[in-house]
């Protein structure tokens, strides 16, 4: 590499980096298991204990299961923190590592969803350390690189997935701190009466 040029694998992971470490991770300190699965609105989706959803469709290996329908409703269910999170770790990290980075395979359908918050976050910690590893194991030519037949468009260079990975971290995460926000203000007592 030229010694004026970038280091873009380095730009990269530090765009997720200053987020994750500067604006996220205090936010989701002590997420209470109360919050993970609090619903502001009638049949939102969420994580819930096998056999309890009334959801059309329920994935996961073990005793919790993620709320779907195939196709999706149109207008979009309602999600929780829970079903967010799990979005996040499987569909947007763990299922790309198992993909790309060697880590073990991982599906909707294959995942033991967390059925708390702590165990949740640890989830989320995991998934992050293994992708981010990937990235930077990618070096530079890495980054360029076909996706291939793994990735909806398989000539785009791993540069691209990096940046929509990261996108999908950045929106999804801040949708759990707004519904962290949205929790405390519906449930907080202000002059002896809920708000």
């Not at 999804?172 to 203000?185: F, I, N, Q, T």
Request: proline share 6%.
């Amino acid at each position: 590499m030229d010694g004026d040029e970038p280091d873009w694998n380095r730009t990269l992971r530090e765009q997720w980096e200053f987020h994750w470490n500067h604006q996220v991770r205090a936010r989701l300190e002590g997420l209470t298991d109360e919050e993970y699965f609090w619903s502001p609105v009638p049949d939102a989706w969420s994580v819930r204990p096998r056999g309890s959803s009334a959801a059309p469709v329920q994935v996961g290996a073990g005793d919790f299961t993620l709320d779907y329908a195939f196709p999706e409703p149109v207008p979009a269910a309602f999600t929780t923190i829970a079903w967010r999170l799990g979005h996040v770790i499987v569909g947007v990290l763990a299922a790309r590592n198992a993909a790309h980075f060697g880590a073990s395979a991982a599906s909707y359908e294959s995942w033991e969803y967390a059925g708390g918050a702590a165990a949740a976050l640890g989830q989320l910690e995991v998934q992050l350390e293994v992708w981010l590893a990937g990235v930077g194991g990618l070096g530079e030519a890495g980054l360029r690189v076909p996706v291939g037949e793994k990735e909806p468009f398989p000539e785009a260079p791993m540069a691209d997935l990096v940046l929509h990975v990261h996108r999908e971290l950045i929106h999804h995460l801040s949708e759990v701190c707004l519904l962290r926000d949205l929790y405390v203000h519906t449930k907080s007592v202000t002059n002896g009466e809920d708000r």
